[in-house]
């Protein structure tokens, strides 16, 4: 039976003891005692590698390596473990999609579509790929809400439309697009669709399945995993039409100075010795995520996203640019730089972010150079809500 329990949530999360009030879980989660404990007894306990050796620590190692692989397969429904690929995250899953994918089928004229709100990681690997094959980056502008807006998308998909770059979840105002409708009238003009799934994983686990979702990517360090670890799922048939993208041990069958042949999917990805403690640690951490309510404890963390909200509103000059029942709580105060804030509220060992957000476009769209972001994760507490507030009035206060 899964369940939530806030307290019982909060204990597994040692880190909570020195970062008290952390509110920066959009950049990255905290870990849960059960990734640290089956990280270090793979390194105290075991250490072989994976996929080479035949001794008993290497076997049992590529067993847990390959049940990881089964659990992300369950945690987004894919039909198959071998569409799962592990990547060091979100950023070089998009990459290799883009290269290995995009590179090879784009010509001159051909266009890339990506909405506003994208962080660089669903911008930059697209910008990079037009450079190199001529093709041409298009926006998918944003509606009043800051979402990619899905009546211009519909004007803007032409047969020149090879992809369509979009994220689940912005990280910045946590608002979400119709991503099933803008699956659907991309497929209808043949378009692949490439999703950022960097924050939207955490929050609503997709069913790529029912998604009809072309390539889908997430770092597991915000899913409370370890860091230099993500996953890109694609379709079969997609990942069987891609060349590999790096070479060397692991992802080929046969070598010589002639050449050599590739593995099948997905190790013909995942070249070289992979991180393996890390892959690991990912499959004990969502074995415990497993036996929790993550509905409940989405809107858990939501409610206090929403009552931060609240408080905040009765400050004068706050400006907020969350979506409607979001995690995440992207605010500025007039007249104050986000930056200056943001240094007073740490010193008061309050942790959120500052900044661009890795999303310049979406600022840009937005007409503001940085905003303050608090995110809110299960494993905060209302009294989390009430130290970002205090020391919120006591920063302008410094500042005025
Ligand atoms: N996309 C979004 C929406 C993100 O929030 C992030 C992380 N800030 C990324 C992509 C990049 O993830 P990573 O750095 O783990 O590759």
Not at 54 to 59: F, K, L, M, R
Not at 332 to 346: C, E, M, P, R, V
Not at 381 to 400: F, G, M, T, W
Request: hydrophobic share 40%; proline share 4%; with cysteine.
């Amino acid at each position: 039976m899964k369940s939530f329990d806030p307290t019982a949530f909060r204990h597994q999360f040692p880190a909570l003891h020195q970062a008290g009030c952390y509110l920066d879980s959009a950049a990255t989660a905290l870990k849960p005692l059960t990734l640290v404990q089956a990280t270090g007894e793979y390194y105290a306990h075991n250490g072989a590698t994976v996929h080479r050796s035949a001794h008993s620590a290497a076997q049992n190692a590529t067993d847990r390596f390959e049940s990881a692989r089964e659990s992300v397969r369950e945690l987004i429904n894919a039909a198959s473990h071998q569409q799962i690929v592990w990547t060091k995250g979100t950023t070089e899953a998009i990459n290799l999609v883009a290269q290995s994918y995009a590179r090879p089928r784009l010509k001159a004229g051909d266009e890339i579509l990506v909405s506003e709100s994208e962080h660089h990681s669903n911008l930059i690997p697209w910008l990079m790929v037009a450079q190199q094959t001529g093709a041409t980056v298009i926006k998918l502008p944003l509606d009043q809400r800051y979402l990619p807006d899905l009546t211009q998308l519909e004007q803007l998909l032409t047969g020149k439309t090879k992809i369509l770059a979009i994220g689940h979840m912005s990280n910045v105002t946590g608002g979400c697009p119709d991503l099933k409708l803008a699956i659907e009238l991309a497929h209808k003009n043949g378009t692949i669709v490439v999703v950022d799934g960097a924050q939207g994983v955490v929050h609503s686990p997709p069913d790529v399945q029912q998604l009809d979702v072309d390539f889908y990517a997430f770092s597991a360090h915000k899913l409370y995993g370890p860091t230099g670890i993500g996953v890109l799922y694609g379709k079969s048939t997609l990942l069987a039409e891609m060349a590999p993208w790096q070479g060397g041990g692991k992802m080929l069958t046969q070598a010589s100075f002639d050449g050599f042949e590739a593995q099948s999917v997905p190790e013909c990805f995942e070249a070289g010795t992979p991180n393996i403690a890390g892959v690991i640690g990912f499959g004990a951490t969502l074995s415990w995520l497993n036996t929790q309510d993550i509905v409940q404890a989405e809107h858990y963390a939501c409610s206090l996203a929403q009552l931060a909200y609240e408080k905040l509103a009765t400050i004068p000059g706050f400006i907020s640019y969350r979506a409607q029942n979001s995690s995440l709580l992207a605010f500025n105060i007039a007249g104050f730089h986000h930056s200056d804030i943001a240094t007073l509220l740490s010193e008061q060992g309050v942790a959120i972010r500052s900044g661009q957000h890795c999303a310049q476009p979406l600022l840009d769209a937005i007409g503001v150079s940085g905003t303050l972001r608090a995110s809110f994760a299960p494993y905060n507490q209302p009294d989390d809500v009430d130290k970002l507030y205090q020391s919120l009035i006591r920063a302008l206060s410094l500042l005025e």
